[in-house]
């Protein structure tokens, strides 16, 4: 009976790190949020570019000391104190004037960046020590609601931001909202106590196994591994296809002749696909392991790429609906990769620090997109920033082949 109370307790955990992760997601949302302080505030694309590289740097980084602080002040009031953070940074967000670029790196960058990192990054280690047998479906699912986060609360935004309400009034709502739902989920989100009895992965198909010694590996002892880096640069080429069109999805939209309204749906839509990407991945590493599911990965996203080259270079809706579609997909497969190999490769017990050491890959990502921008507005297409964001995807399909054991 007490083990059957468990395994219904740990459902409801996962159902409210979903959701805490769902509001947490705002944070890719940009292309939205961004649109009033281009719109109303005359923020360059240069800046607001900046800005996201920036959000993300903070937010790999509030990872990295997530780990830290939740072994100083525990995990729940890491938690409340990320919540916080957050929220004050979306608060503060709407007070920016037309030349406040260095507050706008303060309070959205710094503050929602560091606060939502160092949420995520518990979030998921905690949840998934509820999940030995089902590790890549507990990421997925996680990873799902940070993702489809774009599409509910960034099409909510934005029609906020049409209406009386206005954009200012608008985030401060995201912000109360951000705060309000991670400091409550800290009462729910804990780790199993030492006593509690979960199943254990069973073993699947002898071919898909991986034959290699599993133990837990010290982050020091993680970044000495040749796999690591391995792994770490193609999720960097991988996660830096999806960053980019993240950051000029709207545009690119209305480049090939979409209407604008449309072009903002496809916002949700990446969103979407970004999503279910994610909580595909993780059913798929569960059932299919590690190696495949990387592969994959890799093809996914070289479609991904090669498909909205296509649709920029003739002018085609369809075709750029369809490669936004399959970038959504391909960008969902990083972050569950990252989750589920990062534990199956170098263990449980060290896993919240080595995943946000890993998720350091998002802000050398972000970089690139920053690059992908600029290499945009210089040539005045997309075509030149597709070409070399078809190169990354190829060269991360090279090393996930090349990946066999820590």
Same mark, same amino acid.
């Given at each position: 009976?007490?083990?059957?109370?468990?395994?219904?307790?740990?459902?409801?955990?996962?159902?409210?790190?979903?959701?805490?992760?769902?509001?947490?997601?705002?944070?890719?949302?940009?292309?939205?949020?961004?649109?009033?302080?281009?719109?109303?505030?005359?923020?360059?694309?240069? $800046?607001?570019?900046?800005?996201?590289?920036?959000?993300?740097?903070?937010?790999?980084?509030?990872?990295?000391?997530?780990?830290?602080?939740?072994?100083?002040?525990?995990?729940?009031?890491?938690?409340?104190?990320?919540?916080?953070?957050?929220?004050?940074?979306?608060?503060?967000?709407?007070?920016?004037?037309?030349?406040? $670029?260095?507050?706008?790196?303060?309070?959205?960058?710094?503050?929602?960046?560091?606060?939502?990192?160092?949420?995520?990054?518990?979030?998921?280690?905690?949840?998934?020590?509820?999940?030995?047998?089902?590790?890549?479906?507990?990421?997925?699912?996680?990873?799902?609601?940070?993702?489809?986060?774009?599409?509910?609360?960034?099409?909510?935004?934005?029609?906020?931001?049409?209406? +009386?309400?206005?954009?200012?009034?608008?985030?401060?709502?995201?912000?109360?909202?951000?705060?309000?739902?991670?400091?409550?989920?800290?009462?729910?989100?804990?780790?199993?106590?030492?006593?509690?009895?979960?199943?254990?992965?069973?073993?699947?198909? +002898?071919?898909?196994?991986?034959?290699?010694?599993?133990?837990?590996? $010290?982050?020091?002892?993680?970044?000495?591994?040749?796999?690591?880096?391995?792994?770490?640069?193609?999720?960097?080429?991988?996660?830096?296809?999806?960053?980019?069109?993240?950051?000029? +999805?709207?545009?690119?939209?209305?480049?090939?002749?979409?209407?604008?309204?449309?072009?903002?749906?496809?916002?949700?839509?990446?969103?979407?696909?970004?999503?279910?990407?994610?909580?595909?991945?993780?059913?798929?590493?569960?059932?299919?392991?590690?190696?495949?599911?990387?592969?994959?990965?890799?093809?996914?996203?070289?479609?991904?790429?090669?498909?909205?080259?296509?649709?920029?270079?003739?002018?085609?809706?369809?075709?750029?609906?369809?490669?936004?579609?399959?970038?959504?997909?391909?960008?969902?497969?990083?972050?569950?990769?990252?989750?589920?190999?990062?534990?199956?490769?170098?263990?449980?017990?060290?896993?919240?620090?080595?995943?946000?050491?890993?998720?350091?890959?998002? &802000?050398?990502?972000?970089?690139?997109?920053?690059?992908?921008?600029?290499?945009? &507005?210089?040539?005045?297409?997309?075509? +030149?920033?597709?070409?070399?964001?078809?190169?990354?995807?190829?060269?991360?399909?090279?090393?996930?082949?090349?990946?066999?054991?820590?």
């Amino acid at each position: 009976m007490k083990q059957q109370t468990n395994l219904t307790k740990r459902w409801w955990i996962l159902a409210a790190g979903v959701v805490t992760m769902l509001f947490a997601g705002i944070l890719y949302a940009w292309s939205i949020l961004k649109l009033p302080l281009a719109e109303e505030l005359g923020y360059a694309p240069s $800046t607001l570019a900046l800005n996201f590289t920036l959000t993300m740097s903070f937010f790999c980084l509030g990872g990295f000391l997530s780990g830290k602080l939740a072994r100083r002040i525990g995990t729940r009031y890491t938690i409340i104190l990320a919540g916080l953070m957050a929220g004050l940074g979306y608060v503060l967000t709407s007070r920016l004037g037309a030349e406040n $670029t260095f507050l706008l790196y303060f309070t959205y960058a710094l503050l929602a960046g560091l606060g939502i990192g160092m949420a995520y990054i518990v979030i998921i280690s905690t949840v998934n020590s509820w999940f030995p047998d089902r590790r890549g479906l507990s990421s997925g699912a996680l990873m799902m609601g940070f993702g489809a986060s774009t599409l509910l609360l960034g099409k909510i935004a934005d029609r906020l931001f049409a209406s +009386a309400i206005g954009w200012r009034s608008t985030y401060v709502i995201i912000g109360v909202a951000i705060a309000v739902v991670i400091v409550l989920s800290s009462l729910v989100i804990k780790a199993p106590d030492a006593s509690v009895t979960l199943p254990q992965k069973k073993k699947g198909n +002898a071919a898909r196994q991986e034959r290699f010694e599993v133990r837990d590996y $010290t982050p020091s002892e993680m970044i000495r591994r040749f796999s690591f880096w391995r792994a770490f640069i193609a999720l960097v080429c991988l996660t830096a296809v999806g960053s980019s069109v993240i950051s000029f +999805a709207r545009d690119l939209a209305l480049s090939v002749g979409a209407e604008a309204a449309l072009a903002t749906t496809l916002v949700g839509v990446l969103a979407v696909c970004n999503g279910l990407g994610r909580i595909l991945t993780g059913a798929i590493f569960d059932a299919m392991g590690r190696r495949f599911t990387m592969i994959a990965a890799g093809i996914l996203t070289i479609f991904a790429a090669g498909v909205t080259l296509i649709a920029v270079s003739v002018g085609s809706v369809v075709l750029c609906v369809i490669g936004l579609c399959l970038t959504g997909l391909s960008y969902g497969t990083s972050p569950t990769v990252s989750s589920a190999f990062t534990s199956s490769f170098y263990g449980q017990k060290y896993f919240a620090t080595n995943l946000s050491i890993s998720n350091f890959n998002l &802000m050398v990502a972000s970089f690139i997109a920053t690059a992908c921008s600029s290499l945009q &507005m210089s040539t005045g297409g997309y075509t +030149a920033p597709f070409i070399l964001l078809l190169a990354l995807a190829a060269v991360a399909l090279a090393l996930n082949i090349s990946i066999k054991k820590p």
